[in-house]
Protein backbone atom coordinates (compact mmCIF):
# COMPACT_ATOMS: atom_id res chain seq x y z
CA UNK A 1 0.00 0.00 0.00
CA UNK A 2 1.86 2.98 -1.54
CA UNK A 3 2.26 6.39 0.65
CA UNK A 4 -0.22 4.86 3.42
CA UNK A 5 0.02 1.90 6.40
CA UNK A 6 -1.86 0.76 8.86
CA UNK A 7 0.19 0.43 12.05
CA UNK A 8 -0.03 -3.16 14.48
CA UNK A 9 0.10 -1.05 17.67
CA UNK A 10 -1.50 2.20 18.84
CA UNK A 11 1.49 4.12 19.62
CA UNK A 12 0.34 6.30 16.24
CA UNK A 13 -3.11 8.03 17.74
CA UNK A 14 -4.40 10.98 17.02
CA UNK A 15 -5.03 13.35 19.97
CA UNK A 16 -9.15 13.54 20.43
CA UNK A 17 -11.33 15.60 22.55
CA UNK A 18 -11.75 15.59 25.98
CA UNK A 19 -15.26 15.77 26.34
CA UNK A 20 -15.72 12.22 24.48
CA UNK A 21 -17.21 9.25 26.06
CA UNK A 22 -15.17 6.24 25.50
CA UNK A 23 -15.85 3.17 25.36
CA UNK A 24 -13.09 1.32 24.02
CA UNK A 25 -9.96 2.60 24.67
CA UNK A 26 -7.80 0.34 21.81
CA UNK A 27 -9.61 0.39 19.24
CA UNK A 28 -10.35 3.97 19.68
CA UNK A 29 -14.45 4.17 20.16
CA UNK A 30 -16.16 7.11 21.78
CA UNK A 31 -19.25 9.35 21.44
CA UNK A 32 -20.19 12.58 22.46
CA UNK A 33 -22.43 13.80 25.50
CA UNK A 34 -25.86 13.63 24.80
CA UNK A 35 -26.08 17.78 25.54
CA UNK A 36 -23.02 18.44 23.07
CA UNK A 37 -24.31 16.19 19.92
CA UNK A 38 -27.70 18.06 19.38
CA UNK A 39 -26.16 21.45 19.99
CA UNK A 40 -26.16 21.91 16.03
CA UNK A 41 -27.65 20.51 13.65
CA UNK A 42 -24.07 19.77 11.68
CA UNK A 43 -21.98 17.80 14.09
CA UNK A 44 -18.07 19.52 14.78
CA UNK A 45 -15.87 16.95 13.39
CA UNK A 46 -14.01 16.69 16.79
CA UNK A 47 -17.31 15.82 18.51
CA UNK A 48 -18.30 13.32 15.92
CA UNK A 49 -18.27 9.38 17.11
CA UNK A 50 -15.06 7.50 16.62
CA UNK A 51 -15.68 3.86 15.35
CA UNK A 52 -12.69 2.07 14.98
CA UNK A 53 -11.51 -1.76 14.86
CA UNK A 54 -7.88 -1.28 14.75
CA UNK A 55 -5.41 1.52 14.92
CA UNK A 56 -5.46 4.38 12.85
CA UNK A 57 -3.40 3.89 9.91
CA UNK A 58 -0.29 6.48 9.09
CA UNK A 59 -0.10 8.51 5.81
CA UNK A 60 3.88 8.78 5.08
CA UNK A 61 3.62 10.17 1.38
CA UNK A 62 0.32 11.65 -0.31
CA UNK A 63 1.69 11.75 -3.18
CA UNK A 64 2.58 7.98 -3.55
CA UNK A 65 -1.01 7.13 -2.46
CA UNK A 66 -3.92 5.70 -4.93
CA UNK A 67 -7.01 3.55 -5.09
CA UNK A 68 -6.66 0.76 -7.19
CA UNK A 69 -9.82 0.05 -8.88
CA UNK A 70 -9.99 -4.05 -10.18
CA UNK A 71 -11.83 -7.03 -10.08
CA UNK A 72 -14.22 -7.85 -12.83
CA UNK A 73 -13.69 -5.14 -15.28
CA UNK A 74 -11.89 -4.70 -18.79
CA UNK A 75 -9.19 -2.40 -17.59
CA UNK A 76 -7.82 -1.75 -13.94
CA UNK A 77 -6.83 1.55 -12.92
CA UNK A 78 -5.25 3.74 -10.35
CA UNK A 79 -6.33 6.52 -9.32
CA UNK A 80 -3.90 9.12 -7.39
CA UNK A 81 -5.53 11.68 -4.71
CA UNK A 82 -4.96 14.74 -8.05
CA UNK A 83 -6.85 11.99 -10.05
CA UNK A 84 -10.00 12.06 -7.30
CA UNK A 85 -10.15 15.95 -7.17
CA UNK A 86 -10.45 16.08 -10.60
CA UNK A 87 -13.65 14.85 -10.56
CA UNK A 88 -16.93 17.23 -9.61
CA UNK A 89 -16.99 17.75 -6.36
CA UNK A 90 -20.09 17.39 -4.32
CA UNK A 91 -20.97 18.41 -0.71
CA UNK A 92 -23.71 15.96 0.35
CA UNK A 93 -24.75 16.56 4.37
CA UNK A 94 -25.64 12.69 5.67
CA UNK A 95 -25.68 11.05 8.86
CA UNK A 96 -23.32 8.31 9.95
CA UNK A 97 -25.11 6.13 12.45
CA UNK A 98 -23.18 2.92 14.21
CA UNK A 99 -25.29 0.23 13.88
CA UNK A 100 -24.30 -0.69 17.28
CA UNK A 101 -25.92 3.07 18.30
CA UNK A 102 -27.97 2.41 21.78
CA UNK A 103 -26.57 -0.87 21.85
CA UNK A 104 -25.96 -0.70 26.08
CA UNK A 105 -29.95 -0.40 26.94
CA UNK A 106 -30.37 -3.33 24.54
CA UNK A 107 -27.68 -5.37 27.23
CA UNK A 108 -29.75 -4.16 29.90
CA UNK A 109 -32.78 -6.73 28.59
CA UNK A 110 -30.10 -9.96 28.02
CA UNK A 111 -26.67 -9.31 27.31
CA UNK A 112 -25.21 -8.62 24.18
CA UNK A 113 -21.80 -8.97 22.53
CA UNK A 114 -20.07 -5.65 20.89
CA UNK A 115 -18.53 -2.62 22.25
CA UNK A 116 -21.49 -0.50 24.32
CA UNK A 117 -22.97 3.00 23.29
CA UNK A 118 -25.28 5.03 24.48
CA UNK A 119 -27.47 7.12 22.25
CA UNK A 120 -24.63 9.05 20.28
CA UNK A 121 -22.93 7.13 18.47
CA UNK A 122 -24.00 9.41 15.27
CA UNK A 123 -23.36 12.12 13.69
CA UNK A 124 -24.10 14.89 10.99
CA UNK A 125 -21.81 16.16 8.39
CA UNK A 126 -20.93 17.85 5.32
CA UNK A 127 -18.73 15.22 3.32
CA UNK A 128 -17.07 16.55 0.39
CA UNK A 129 -15.86 14.32 -2.70
CA UNK A 130 -16.16 12.38 -5.97
CA UNK A 131 -19.10 10.69 -7.05
CA UNK A 132 -18.45 7.41 -6.38
CA UNK A 133 -20.56 6.87 -9.66
CA UNK A 134 -18.76 9.10 -11.31
CA UNK A 135 -15.08 7.30 -10.63
CA UNK A 136 -17.14 4.30 -12.17
CA UNK A 137 -16.96 5.88 -15.10
CA UNK A 138 -13.64 6.31 -15.53
CA UNK A 139 -13.38 2.12 -15.60
CA UNK A 140 -16.23 1.93 -18.28
CA UNK A 141 -19.35 1.55 -16.23
CA UNK A 142 -21.91 3.86 -17.12
CA UNK A 143 -24.88 5.10 -14.46
CA UNK A 144 -27.05 2.67 -12.89
CA UNK A 145 -25.48 -0.41 -13.81
CA UNK A 146 -26.99 -4.02 -12.24
CA UNK A 147 -24.47 -6.26 -13.74
CA UNK A 148 -20.86 -5.49 -15.38
CA UNK A 149 -20.23 -7.85 -18.72
CA UNK A 150 -18.20 -10.01 -16.56
CA UNK A 151 -20.42 -10.96 -13.96
CA UNK A 152 -19.60 -8.24 -11.38
CA UNK A 153 -22.92 -7.25 -9.37
CA UNK A 154 -21.41 -5.52 -6.19
CA UNK A 155 -18.37 -3.18 -5.22
CA UNK A 156 -15.94 -3.67 -2.85
CA UNK A 157 -14.05 -1.19 -0.29
CA UNK A 158 -10.87 -2.61 1.36
CA UNK A 159 -8.99 -0.17 3.89
CA UNK A 160 -5.83 -1.34 5.18
CA UNK A 161 -6.27 -1.11 8.53
CA UNK A 162 -5.11 -4.05 10.65
CA UNK A 163 -8.53 -5.75 12.30
CA UNK A 164 -8.43 -8.32 14.82
CA UNK A 165 -11.59 -9.64 13.73
CA UNK A 166 -10.11 -10.30 10.38
CA UNK A 167 -7.15 -12.05 11.76
CA UNK A 168 -5.21 -8.87 11.06
CA UNK A 169 -6.22 -7.89 7.86
CA UNK A 170 -8.06 -4.73 6.43
CA UNK A 171 -11.93 -3.91 7.54
CA UNK A 172 -13.93 -4.10 3.86
CA UNK A 173 -17.14 -3.64 3.03
CA UNK A 174 -19.04 -3.88 0.09
CA UNK A 175 -22.88 -2.47 -1.57
CA UNK A 176 -24.87 -3.21 -5.15
CA UNK A 177 -23.18 -2.45 -8.26
CA UNK A 178 -26.56 -0.81 -9.16
CA UNK A 179 -26.21 1.57 -5.95
CA UNK A 180 -22.25 2.16 -6.46
CA UNK A 181 -23.49 3.49 -10.15
CA UNK A 182 -26.77 5.39 -9.37
CA UNK A 183 -25.55 9.15 -8.63
CA UNK A 184 -28.83 10.02 -6.89
CA UNK A 185 -27.65 7.41 -4.26
CA UNK A 186 -24.81 9.84 -3.45
CA UNK A 187 -22.32 7.69 -2.72
CA UNK A 188 -19.22 9.73 -1.91
CA UNK A 189 -15.63 9.05 -2.21
CA UNK A 190 -15.01 11.75 0.17
CA UNK A 191 -11.78 13.40 0.75
CA UNK A 192 -13.23 16.36 2.98
CA UNK A 193 -15.28 16.56 6.49
CA UNK A 194 -17.39 20.02 7.34
CA UNK A 195 -15.21 21.87 4.64
CA UNK A 196 -11.90 20.33 5.76
CA UNK A 197 -9.67 17.65 4.50
CA UNK A 198 -10.82 14.74 6.00
CA UNK A 199 -8.54 14.04 9.69
CA UNK A 200 -7.25 10.63 10.38
CA UNK A 201 -10.21 9.50 12.91
CA UNK A 202 -12.18 9.66 10.12
CA UNK A 203 -10.80 8.15 7.16
CA UNK A 204 -7.76 10.19 6.18
CA UNK A 205 -6.83 10.76 2.94
CA UNK A 206 -10.03 8.96 1.17
CA UNK A 207 -13.40 7.24 2.94
CA UNK A 208 -16.13 5.85 1.11
CA UNK A 209 -19.68 7.84 2.48
CA UNK A 210 -22.65 5.66 2.06
CA UNK A 211 -25.70 7.46 2.84
CA UNK A 212 -28.38 6.66 4.22
CA UNK A 213 -27.38 2.98 5.43
CA UNK A 214 -25.36 2.16 8.20
CA UNK A 215 -21.74 3.56 9.00
CA UNK A 216 -19.83 0.25 9.12
CA UNK A 217 -20.23 0.32 4.98
CA UNK A 218 -18.87 3.54 4.76
CA UNK A 219 -15.10 2.44 4.75
CA UNK A 220 -12.49 4.61 5.87
CA UNK A 221 -8.79 4.93 4.51
CA UNK A 222 -9.61 3.25 1.52
CA UNK A 223 -7.12 1.17 -0.71
CA UNK A 224 -9.07 -0.55 -3.26
CA UNK A 225 -12.25 -0.72 -4.62
CA UNK A 226 -12.97 -4.50 -6.37
CA UNK A 227 -15.58 -5.35 -8.87
CA UNK A 228 -16.76 -8.17 -7.48
CA UNK A 229 -19.53 -11.61 -8.13
CA UNK A 230 -21.08 -11.75 -5.25
CA UNK A 231 -21.35 -9.39 -1.72
CA UNK A 232 -17.88 -9.08 0.07
CA UNK A 233 -17.00 -12.40 2.38
CA UNK A 234 -15.53 -10.18 5.13
CA UNK A 235 -15.93 -10.84 8.80
CA UNK A 236 -17.83 -7.53 8.94
CA UNK A 237 -20.34 -8.52 6.43
CA UNK A 238 -20.77 -12.04 6.76
CA UNK A 239 -20.35 -12.42 10.87
CA UNK A 240 -21.53 -9.35 11.97
CA UNK A 241 -23.67 -6.45 11.59
CA UNK A 242 -26.44 -8.81 10.34
CA UNK A 243 -30.17 -8.31 12.12
CA UNK A 244 -31.23 -12.06 13.73
CA UNK A 245 -34.53 -12.72 16.28
CA UNK A 246 -34.52 -12.92 19.49
CA UNK A 247 -34.76 -16.44 19.53
CA UNK A 248 -30.79 -16.94 17.67
CA UNK A 249 -27.97 -17.11 20.28
CA UNK A 250 -24.80 -17.86 20.02
CA UNK A 251 -25.28 -21.86 20.08
CA UNK A 252 -27.59 -22.13 17.24
CA UNK A 253 -26.61 -19.03 15.47
CA UNK A 254 -26.09 -19.38 11.15
CA UNK A 255 -24.63 -16.32 10.00
CA UNK A 256 -25.44 -17.87 6.43
CA UNK A 257 -29.34 -17.29 6.34
CA UNK A 258 -29.68 -13.45 6.89
CA UNK A 259 -28.38 -10.87 4.35
CA UNK A 260 -25.65 -8.03 5.72
CA UNK A 261 -27.93 -5.31 7.28
CA UNK A 262 -27.58 -1.84 4.63
CA UNK A 263 -30.24 0.74 5.13
CA UNK A 264 -31.00 2.05 8.49
CA UNK A 265 -34.64 1.44 10.17
CA UNK A 266 -35.71 4.71 11.49
CA UNK A 267 -34.51 5.93 14.56
CA UNK A 268 -34.90 8.77 17.31
CA UNK A 269 -33.62 9.43 20.82
CA UNK A 270 -33.89 12.33 23.31
CA UNK A 271 -30.64 14.08 24.09
CA UNK A 272 -32.08 17.01 26.00
CA UNK A 273 -32.39 14.02 29.29
CA UNK A 274 -30.21 11.57 30.88
CA UNK A 275 -31.66 8.19 31.71
CA UNK A 276 -32.63 9.50 35.05
CA UNK A 277 -33.51 13.34 35.88
CA UNK A 278 -34.63 15.09 38.56
CA UNK A 279 -36.88 17.88 37.11
CA UNK A 280 -38.36 20.85 39.10
CA UNK A 281 -42.07 21.26 38.83
CA UNK A 282 -43.31 22.12 35.13
CA UNK A 283 -42.16 21.67 32.08
CA UNK A 284 -39.06 20.44 30.30
CA UNK A 285 -37.19 20.45 26.77
CA UNK A 286 -37.45 17.38 25.26
CA UNK A 287 -34.92 17.96 22.46
CA UNK A 288 -32.98 14.99 20.08
CA UNK A 289 -32.56 13.22 17.13
CA UNK A 290 -34.37 11.60 14.28
CA UNK A 291 -33.43 9.81 11.48
CA UNK A 292 -34.43 7.67 8.67
CA UNK A 293 -32.58 5.12 6.36
CA UNK A 294 -32.33 4.96 2.74
CA UNK A 295 -32.95 8.95 2.21
CA UNK A 296 -36.46 8.64 3.36
CA UNK A 297 -37.55 12.02 5.92
CA UNK A 298 -39.00 12.21 8.94
CA UNK A 299 -42.93 12.64 9.16
CA UNK A 300 -43.43 13.19 12.84
CA UNK A 301 -41.50 12.60 16.32
CA UNK A 302 -44.23 12.05 19.14
CA UNK A 303 -43.37 12.86 22.35
CA UNK A 304 -45.59 10.95 25.19
CA UNK A 305 -44.89 11.76 29.14
CA UNK A 306 -48.15 9.33 30.13
CA UNK A 307 -46.05 5.85 28.62
CA UNK A 308 -47.92 6.18 25.34
CA UNK A 309 -51.30 6.57 25.78
CA UNK A 310 -50.97 9.96 24.33
CA UNK A 311 -48.62 11.97 22.55
CA UNK A 312 -47.88 15.50 21.65
CA UNK A 313 -45.94 16.31 18.11
CA UNK A 314 -42.49 18.01 18.27
CA UNK A 315 -41.10 20.48 16.22
CA UNK A 316 -38.74 19.60 13.57
CA UNK A 317 -35.52 21.42 11.81
CA UNK A 318 -32.52 21.20 10.00
CA UNK A 319 -31.09 24.03 8.95
CA UNK A 320 -31.86 27.55 10.27
CA UNK A 321 -34.50 30.00 8.91
CA UNK A 322 -35.30 27.05 6.30
CA UNK A 323 -38.69 24.83 7.76
CA UNK A 324 -38.19 21.47 7.42
CA UNK A 325 -40.63 19.42 5.22
CA UNK A 326 -40.08 15.56 5.08
CA UNK A 327 -38.92 14.77 1.38
CA UNK A 328 -39.01 18.63 0.23
CA UNK A 329 -36.35 19.50 -2.26
CA UNK A 330 -35.21 21.83 0.30
CA UNK A 331 -34.46 19.44 2.96
CA UNK A 332 -31.31 17.03 3.31
CA UNK A 333 -32.55 13.84 2.71
CA UNK A 334 -29.54 12.34 3.72
CA UNK A 335 -29.41 13.75 6.93
CA UNK A 336 -30.93 13.72 10.81
CA UNK A 337 -33.71 16.03 11.44
CA UNK A 338 -33.43 17.49 14.81
CA UNK A 339 -36.89 18.09 17.09
CA UNK A 340 -38.21 19.89 19.94
CA UNK A 341 -40.72 20.00 22.48
CA UNK A 342 -41.83 21.37 26.06
CA UNK A 343 -43.68 19.05 27.93
CA UNK A 344 -45.50 19.54 31.10
CA UNK A 345 -44.19 16.76 33.99
CA UNK A 346 -47.40 16.10 35.58
CA UNK A 347 -45.59 13.51 38.38
CA UNK A 348 -42.71 10.79 38.21
CA UNK A 349 -43.10 9.29 34.60
CA UNK A 350 -40.80 8.32 31.97
CA UNK A 351 -40.20 10.41 28.66
CA UNK A 352 -40.93 8.60 25.57
CA UNK A 353 -39.94 9.86 21.95
CA UNK A 354 -40.31 7.54 18.75
CA UNK A 355 -40.36 8.73 15.07
CA UNK A 356 -42.44 8.12 11.79
CA UNK A 357 -40.52 8.41 8.31
CA UNK A 358 -42.05 9.18 5.21
CA UNK A 359 -42.52 5.18 4.41
CA UNK A 360 -44.74 5.73 8.17
CA UNK A 361 -42.23 3.18 9.21
CA UNK A 362 -42.51 3.57 13.15
CA UNK A 363 -39.96 2.73 15.38
CA UNK A 364 -41.16 -0.57 17.69
CA UNK A 365 -42.33 0.00 21.16
CA UNK A 366 -40.53 -2.65 22.92
CA UNK A 367 -36.29 -3.11 22.85
CA UNK A 368 -37.14 -7.05 24.24
CA UNK A 369 -38.81 -7.75 20.50
CA UNK A 370 -35.85 -6.68 18.63
CA UNK A 371 -33.26 -7.89 20.66
CA UNK A 372 -30.62 -9.75 18.98
CA UNK A 373 -27.46 -11.21 20.24
CA UNK A 374 -25.05 -8.79 18.21
CA UNK A 375 -27.16 -5.57 19.64
CA UNK A 376 -27.89 -3.99 16.76
CA UNK A 377 -30.46 -1.82 15.77
CA UNK A 378 -31.77 -0.78 19.17
CA UNK A 379 -34.28 1.59 17.31
CA UNK A 380 -37.17 0.45 20.16
CA UNK A 381 -38.72 3.80 21.43
CA UNK A 382 -36.45 5.98 23.63
CA UNK A 383 -37.58 6.37 27.25
CA UNK A 384 -36.29 8.17 29.83
CA UNK A 385 -37.78 8.84 33.65
CA UNK A 386 -38.14 11.94 35.39
CA UNK A 387 -38.38 12.27 39.03
CA UNK A 388 -40.08 15.73 40.50
CA UNK A 389 -38.24 17.81 42.89
CA UNK A 390 -40.25 20.49 44.26
CA UNK A 391 -38.74 23.64 43.28
CA UNK A 392 -39.25 25.93 39.48
CA UNK A 393 -37.99 23.83 36.86
CA UNK A 394 -34.58 25.52 34.93
CA UNK A 395 -34.65 23.23 32.34
CA UNK A 396 -36.15 25.60 29.75
N1 LIG B 1 -11.43 0.96 7.53
C1 LIG B 1 -12.44 1.01 8.39
N2 LIG B 1 -13.58 1.58 8.02
C2 LIG B 1 -14.62 1.64 8.88
C3 LIG B 1 -14.53 1.09 10.18
C4 LIG B 1 -13.30 0.50 10.56
O1 LIG B 1 -13.11 0.03 11.68
N3 LIG B 1 -12.27 0.48 9.64
N4 LIG B 1 -15.63 1.13 11.01
C5 LIG B 1 -16.94 1.26 10.36
C6 LIG B 1 -18.05 1.50 11.27
S1 LIG B 1 -18.68 0.17 12.07
C7 LIG B 1 -18.63 2.74 11.39
S2 LIG B 1 -20.02 2.95 12.31
C8 LIG B 1 -18.06 3.94 10.72
C9 LIG B 1 -17.65 4.98 11.73
O2 LIG B 1 -17.13 6.10 11.10
P1 LIG B 1 -16.50 7.28 11.93
O3 LIG B 1 -15.46 6.72 12.86
O4 LIG B 1 -15.97 8.24 10.94
O5 LIG B 1 -17.61 7.89 12.76
O6 LIG B 1 -16.91 3.60 9.95
C10 LIG B 1 -16.92 2.35 9.31
N5 LIG B 1 -15.76 2.25 8.45
MO1 LIG C 1 -20.56 0.78 13.23
Known amino acids: ?26 PFNAEPPRDALISSYITPTDLFYKRNHGPIPVVDDIKRYHVLIGGLIENPIQLSMDDIRKLPKYDVTATLQCAGNRRTAMSEVRKVKGVGWDVCALGNATWGGAKLSDVLKLVGLTQCTIVTPLGGR ?11 EEKGGPYKASIPLIQATNPEADVLLAYEMNGKILNRDHGYPLRVVVPGVIGARSVKWLDKIDIIK ?4 GFFMQKDYKMFPPTVNWDNIDWSTRKPQMDFPVQCAICSLDDDNLVQVGKVVVGGYAVAGGGRGIERVDISVDGGKTWIEADRYQKDNVPYAADDINSDKWAWVLFRAVVPVPRNTEIIAKAVDSAANVQPENVDDIWNLRGILNTSWHRVRVRRSPVANSNL
Open 1 to 26: MPGINGPLDYSQEPPRHPCLKINAKE
Open 230 to 233: DECQ
Open 154 to 164: HVEFTSVDNCK
